[in-house]
């Protein structure tokens, strides 16, 4: 089974822009529990520009499913974050400031000693970790031997050349996830995930555990509401 996390970072922004409580993130996230989601994504950057640190406390109360928090361990105030929260899982994310999202993976090879002390530190509070890599199977054996518990493949590659030739676009994801597999880690994926690209990759990687999507699947529900469209996502992991 191939479980749906909903990233509501998006929720987050569109509050954001008048400064009140509308939409109200909180209520949200609850909702897309009700309908269905099987995950909260959250990944608050250090400007805050949508997620704040203080949400994220007030959403730990709240969230029922698998609450996953990701970000970058190199900021000390994200650690802390983590670790008072203490979510059923952290993915640490390479992001660079000022990125206007996130657009690699690590190096899981040249960051193997510093990966491994936050990997342990996250796990000895009981926290599962994944780590943010590219479909590269050396990326995935590096994470392995950092002591991550999964890796969450970055799928834009795949979302942006998956019209072209989806096949070909597909095709390192399927070697990686093996590599995953082989080694024993779990395998989470996203990044640019629709309604579009996600049945294909499932099908072609069906030991998937987890997608998080947050961008498309909140555009989407602009059209069809937020009830309809966490469902028509999930039909898309059957
Ligand atoms: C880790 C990742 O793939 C990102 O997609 C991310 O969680 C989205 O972040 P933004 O919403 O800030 O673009
Ligand atoms: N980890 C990826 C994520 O949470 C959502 O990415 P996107 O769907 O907003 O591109």
Redesign the pocket.
């Known amino acids: 089974m191939t479980r749906l996390s909903v990233?509501i970072?998006?929720i987050a922004t569109l509050r954001n822009a008048r400064g009140g409580n509308n939409p109200d993130l909180i209520k949200v996230a609850q909702d897309c529990e009700r309908f269905g989601a099987q995950g909260i994504?959250v990944?608050p950057?250090p400007d805050e520009r949508?997620i704040r640190y203080r949400d994220v406390y007030e959403l730990k109360e709240v969230v029922s499913t698998e609450f996953n928090i990701?970000g970058n361990p190199s900021e000390e105030k994200f650690v802390k974050l983590v670790l008072d929260v203490r979510p059923e899982q952290v993915?640490l994310?390479p992001d660079a400031l000022g990125a206007?999202?996130?657009n690699a993976g690590w190096d899981t090879v040249g960051n193997r000693d510093r990966l491994s002390r936050w990997i342990e530190s996250f796990r000895s509070a009981g926290i599962r970790v994944s780590v943010?890599v590219n479909p590269d199977p050396g990326m995935v054996e590096g994470a392995k031997l950092a002591g991550a518990d999964r890796v969450?493949l970055?799928t834009e590659p795949y979302a942006a050349g998956y019209h072209a030739d989806r096949g070909k676009a597909v095709a390192p994801f399927v070697e990686a996830a093996k590599t995953a597999r082989d080694t024993g880690l779990g395998l989470n994926a996203?990044?640019d995930l629709d309604l579009d690209n996600l049945a294909f990759l499932k099908n072609n990687i069906p030991w998937l555990d987890e997608v998080?999507i947050?961008?498309a699947l909140i555009s989407d529900a602009l059209y069809y509401g937020l009830e309809n469209v966490i469902p028509m996502y999930l039909r898309q992991l059957q």
């Open positions: 990233n970072n998006k994504t990944h950057r949508h990701e993915t994310v206007i999202t996130s943010f969450e970055y996203g990044h998080s947050g961008h």
